[in-house]
T-cell receptor
Framework: GESVGLHLPTLSVQEGDNSIINCAYS??????FIWYKQESGKGPQFIID?????DKRQGQRVTVLLNKTVKHLSLQIAATQPGDSAVYFC????????????FGQGTTLQVKP | DGGITQSPKYLFRKEGQNVTLSCEQN?????MYWYRQDPGQGLRLIYY???????QKGDIAEGYSVSREKKESFPLTVTSAQKNPTAFYLC???????????FGSGTRLTVV
């Protein structure tokens, strides 16, 4: 079925530590995955994406890992900063002609100073 | 700067009224989407459009209507048939299918 889930609703980390946000997806046919960051009262902001032919992709301070065997996606944030506090969503899309993204419920990242 | 603009930021609707939320993009994107977000929840797809003069229902289209007369514009009307319209509405666009979305800043609709 179509469902994308995040393992934890809230993650609290100390400033400067690394954060890992996890996501499980159910459809093995999904071929494109995206992580979004949403601050309170704002629209989601693109962080990083990965296609199913890759296992890892790195951006500035962020890394996305894809494990297709267990249908698991993770977002790693290095040296977490107070500005990283937000809700993080993973999203997936199937190789169809709709381009529809299926979003998970979101994980709230709280960064303690 | 290119982007996607939603207006108004806040909207209040009386019972039985139709209201229209505006979404305009200057990114030259073909595809546009409307999502609804309720507190503490993820995004649910209302309608989407891949090209001008064409649109498709999403997962929760009942009580909503859209039009796509111009590539840049994808307005959403929340009709009186939508029984629980209070939510945060997000418009998005993408250059083509299976690419990431650019989101607008959202419209918060409240029924009074």
């Amino acid at each position: 079925g179509e469902s994308v889930g995040l393992h934890l609703p809230t993650l609290s980390v100390q400033e400067g530590d690394n954060s890992i946000i996890n996501c499980a997806y159910s459809n093995s046919a999904s071929d494109y995955f995206i992580w979004y960051k949403q601050e309170s009262g704002k629209g989601p902001q693109f962080i990083i994406d990965i296609r199913s032919n890759m296992d890892k992709r790195q951006g500035q301070r962020v890394t996305v890992l894809l494990n297709k065997t267990v249908k698991h996606l993770s977002l790693q944030i290095a040296a977490t900063q107070p500005g990283d506090s937000a809700v993080y969503f993973c999203a997936e899309t199937l190789p169809s002609n709709t381009g529809k993204l299926i979003f998970g419920q979101g994980t709230t990242l709280q960064v303690k100073p | 700067d290119g982007g996607i603009t939603q207006s108004p930021k806040y909207l209040f609707r009386k019972e039985g009224q139709n209201v229209t939320l505006s979404c305009e993009q200057n990114l030259n994107h073909d595809a546009m989407y409307w999502y609804r977000q309720d507190p503490g929840q993820g995004l649910r797809l209302i309608y989407y459009s891949q090209i001008v003069n064409d649109f498709q229902k999403g997962d929760i289209a009942e009580g909503y209507s859209v039009s796509r007369e111009k590539k840049e514009s994808f307005p959403l009307t929340v009709t009186s048939a939508q029984k629980n319209p209070t939510a945060f509405y997000l418009c998005a666009s993408s250059i083509q299918i299976n690419y990431g979305y650019t989101f607008g800043s959202g419209t918060r609709l409240t029924v009074v």
